[in-house]
């Protein structure tokens, strides 16, 4: 019996928490497999002036959807700006959320690294010199630079530039940073079939990534909360049965729209 009846939408920061049952909410939340932070945006309506105020720029601020029997976080992030402007009747409220937590991106480092380094040993230092939280740090070759290595510029563009030499993907996701293959991600068993959401037939791929050709499915389902960046799941249709590799997409719900777009690498 599906489980995909009756949306489901909460959001909570600091010590409010508001959900669709009673008020109007959307929003959209992207998310891919870089260093970039994204922004998503939520919008309530209709919020009391003293709920509208205690909302405070720099807080923690989550999204879990689905539905009633199948819900689970799809945004973790900090509340970047608030704005309220009239729409017809309402008042919308509009939070914009940054993915991550905060660092400057544009933090620059002038440093030598003498001699033979590998790669891990570089990255270790350039993400605590950024103030970054590794929650997985996993090369598929871990490259040695025989005759040293130096930075003179951004970390955020270095550590990216190490991370593709190594053949990894770096990137931000729920205010946790992971490098590692790009092959590799969370295998939460999902199958994504017509029979728990696919909508219509996923649109094969070919991409030129750094001379590598990227193969892979576009593919569009109804709100799926295991579907996130580096998400693996099982890909079942008409056109292919394939396990798949999420590399980005995004949550939308607007209006009577309530789905998740995925590109998702073979």
């Known amino acids: 019996m599906s489980k995909l009846f009756k949306r489901y939408v909460e959001v909570v920061t600091s010590n409010l928490k508001f959900n669709n049952t009673d008020l109007d909410i959307e929003f959209e939340v992207p998310f891919d497999d870089d260093l970039e932070p994204n922004i998503s945006e939520i919008t309530i309506y209709n919020l ?3 709920t509208r105020n205690k909302l405070k720029r720099g807080e923690t601020i989550s999204i879990n959807a689905g539905y009633i029997e199948d819900k689970g976080l799809i945004l973790n992030g900090r509340i970047n700006s608030i704005s309220t402007t009239p729409l017809g009747a309402d008042r919308a409220t509009v939070i914009k959320v940054l993915d991550t937590y905060p660092f400057n991106v544009k933090k620059t480092l002038q440093r030598s690294y003498k001699g033979k380094i590998k790669a891990d040993a570089i990255l270790k230092d350039l993400t605590k010199a950024l103030g970054l939280k590794v929650a997985v740090l996993k090369l598929p070759t871990n490259k040695v630079y025989e005759k040293g290595f130096s930075i003179n510029g951004e970390i955020f563009k270095k550590i990216q530039d190490v991370a593709n030499d190594c053949g990894a993907s770096a990137y931000i996701s729920r205010q946790q940073t992971y490098i590692r293959p790009i092959t590799e991600g969370d295998n939460h068993r999902f199958v994504l079939s017509p029979d728990t959401g ?7 791929f070919e991409n030129e990534r750094k001379g590598v050709i990227v193969k892979g499915y576009k593919a569009k389902s109804l709100l799926q909360h295991r579907m996130n960046t580096a998400s693996i799941i099982e890909l079942q249709s008409i056109v292919t049965k394939s396990k798949v590799r999420v590399k980005k997409g ?3 719900c607007k209006g009577n729209s ?3 777009e995925v590109e998702a690498v073979l």
């Open 48 to 50: 009391s002036e003293s």
């Open 198 to 204: 696919l909508i219509g037939s996923p649109e094969y």
């Open 250 to 252: 995004k949550h939308i």
């Open 258 to 260: 309530f789905y998740t």
